[in-house]
DNA sequence: CGAACCTCCTGCGGGC
DNA sequence: TGCCCGCAGGAGGTTC
C-alpha cells in the first residue's frame, strides 16, 4: 500500500503532532514483524521527538535521547492517532502513549512493516538506507542521471524505476502511471527506451508523485492518513487496477501482464 | 556484479 | 452460503 506519496503524507499527519512531544511509553502487542522489533524499541519511554523526516518510505523520528527510530510501513501499515480508550483492533501491533488524550497506533495486518532503532549520528549510515538511490523530487534524480543508468542495466524500464537502489519511492501503482504517462510500454528493455522517452518519464513520475502527495496518496483498500481519512489519488489513476476498461485517452482495452512478479498495466496502443 | 525468483503475513474477492 | 484459491500496494535474501 504505502509507496511514497502515502508516507509522505503520514508524515504530514503526525509531525505537528509529535514534534516536541513527550512519548511516555511504547506497548508492543505484537513484535515480529518483518524483523522482530528490538529491545532498544520497546523500552522506550520518557523520550521527546525532537525532529521528523522522510528518506525513501522510511519515516525517522529523531528522539532527544540521541536516537533515532526508524519505521517502514511495509506494504499494509499505517499510523493513526486514537484517544486511549479507543477500541483496540486487530494488528494494532504499536501503541505510542503520549498523553491522556491521545496515542499513536501502529496497524499492520500483513506485518512486513518494521520498527528499528539507531543512533542519530549515523541513521542515514544504516544498511537499509546507505545505498537507497535519490530522492525522486529532487534534482539529484534527473534525465541524465536516468539515461546514465538505464544505458548500462539490462532489465525492463517497470523494474528499473521500482528498484530502489535507483531511484526510491516508485511502487507498483505509480510505476505504472508513469510509464501511461511517458508513452512507454513497461516491458521495454530499459537500454531500448529513447532518450526523450526517458526524459519524458522523470517528468512524469515527478509530477505523479507531486500530484498524490497534494491529493493525500492513494487508497485502494485500506490506507488512510493519520486522521483516518482516506487518499483521494485514486480518482485519478488511469491504468493501474484498470484491466479491460477502456484507456482514458484512447479507448483501447488496459492490458495486464507480470513484470518482475509484479501486476503491471498498460495500454497497448499508448504505451510502446 | 546484476537479474530473476522466493519469501515473510493476513485479508479479500472471485469462482465453484 | 461457504470454502478454496489466487492475488495484493514492499523489498531483503538467495541463487545462478
Given at each position: 500500500m504505502p509507496e511514497l506519496p502515502e508516507v509522505e503524507t503520514t508524515l504530514r499527519g503526525i509531525s505537528p503532532h509529535l514534534l516536541?512531544?513527550?512519548?511516555?511509553a511504547i506497548t508492543v502487542n505484537q513484535p515480529q514483524l518483518r524483523w522482530l522489533i528490538p529491545d532498544s524499541v520497546i523500552q522506550l519511554a520518557n523520550v521527546t521527538v525532537i525532529s521528523l523526516e522522510r528518506r525513501a518510505k522510511y519515516l525517522l523520528i529523531q528522539m532527544d535521547n540521541q536516537q533515532s527510530l526508524i519505521i517502514h510501513l511495509g506494504m499494509s501499515g499505517s499510523l493513526r492517532f486514537c484517544h486511549p480508550s479507543d477500541e483496540r483492533r486487530k494488528h494494532d501491533h504499536v501503541i505510542f502513549h503520549l498523553n491522556d488524550t491521545q496515542e499513536l497506533r501502529y496497524h499492520d495486518p500483513r506485518r512486513f512493516g518494521c520498527f528499528l532503532m539507531e543512533p542519530t549520528t549515523s541513521v542515514f549510515e544504516h544498511p537499509l538506507l546507505i545505498k537507497l538511490g535519490p530522492?525522486?523530487?529532487?534534482?539529484?534524480?534527473?534525465p541524465d542521471y536516468l539515461i546514465a543508468l538505464a544505458k548500462k542495466r539490462h532489465k525492463s524500464i517497470k523494474t528499473l524505476i521500482m528498484d530502489q537502489h535507483v531511484v526510491v519511492g516508485v511502487g507498483n501503482i505509480y510505476a505504472c502511471e508513469a510509464l501511461f504517462s511517458a508513452g512507454?510500454?513497461?516491458?521495454?528493455i530499459c537500454n531500448k527506451v529513447p532518450t526523450k522517452k526517458l526524459k519524458a518519464l522523470v517528468s512524469a513520475i515527478h509530477e505523479i508523485l507531486t500530484a498524490a502527495i497534494a491529493q493525500g496518496g492513494t487508497t485502494l483498500k485500506d490506507f488512510v492518513q493519520s486522521d483516518h481519512q482516506p487518499g483521494y489519488?485514486?480518482?485519478?489513476?488511469?491504468?493501474?487496477?484498470?484491466?479491460n476498461q477502456p484507456c482514458p485517452t484512447c479507448d483501447t482495452e488496459i492490458t495486464v501482464m507480470t513484470l518482475g512478479q509484479r501486476s503491471t498495466f498498460y495500454c497497448s496502443t499508448c504505451q510502446k
Open positions: 516536541n512531544q513527550k512519548i511516555e530522492e525522486p523530487l529532487c534534482s539529484d534524480f534527473n512507454i510500454h513497461p516491458a521495454t489519488f485514486a480518482q485519478q489513476l488511469c491504468v493501474y487496477g484498470r484491466a
